[in-house]
Nanobody
Framework: QVQLVESGGGLVQAGGSLRLSCVVS????????MGWFRQAPGKEREFVGA????????TYADSVKGRFTISRDNAKNAVYLQMNSLKPEDTAVYYC?????????????????WGQGTQVTVSS
């Protein structure tokens, strides 16, 4: 049974930083591309970024480019989202997800397995 568990969310002031973690169990983590998404109240789930299985390739939404960084540690079955220069509009529930295809997916429909999410709140 595949499980994805996010952690690291919380309340932070604008301009601050948070690091989210996602630990995967139940499958060979190092074979799969991973993505981060977020969903604010009343809005659709949106793409934040993705990383290839090896960590050699990443892609980001324009809204977070230059502020957020995705990395992974395959030995720990973990993927991370480092968020710097946070803004109130970054407030959302953040989800990690696993993709079974070889390319980096940009849409929720591209991902099969999902975590339960972790809340990030940025105060102004």
């Amino acid at each position: 049974q595949v499980q994805l568990v996010e952690s690291g969310g919380g309340l932070v002031q604008a301009g601050g930083s948070l690091r989210l973690s996602c630990v995967v169990s139940g499958r060979t983590f190092s074979r799969y591309n991973m993505g981060w998404f977020r969903q604010a109240p009343g809005k659709e789930r949106e793409f934040v970024g993705a990383i290839s299985w090896s960590g050699s390739s990443t892609t980001y939404a324009d809204s977070v480019k230059g502020r957020f960084t995705i990395s992974r540690d395959n030995a720990k079955n973990a993927v991370y989202l480092q968020m710097n220069s946070l803004k109130p509009e970054d407030t959302a529930v953040y989800y990690c997800a696993e993709r079974l295809e070889s390319d980096l997916g940009l849409y929720p429909r591209d991902y099969v397995y999902w975590g339960q999410g972790t809340q990030v709140t940025v105060s102004s």
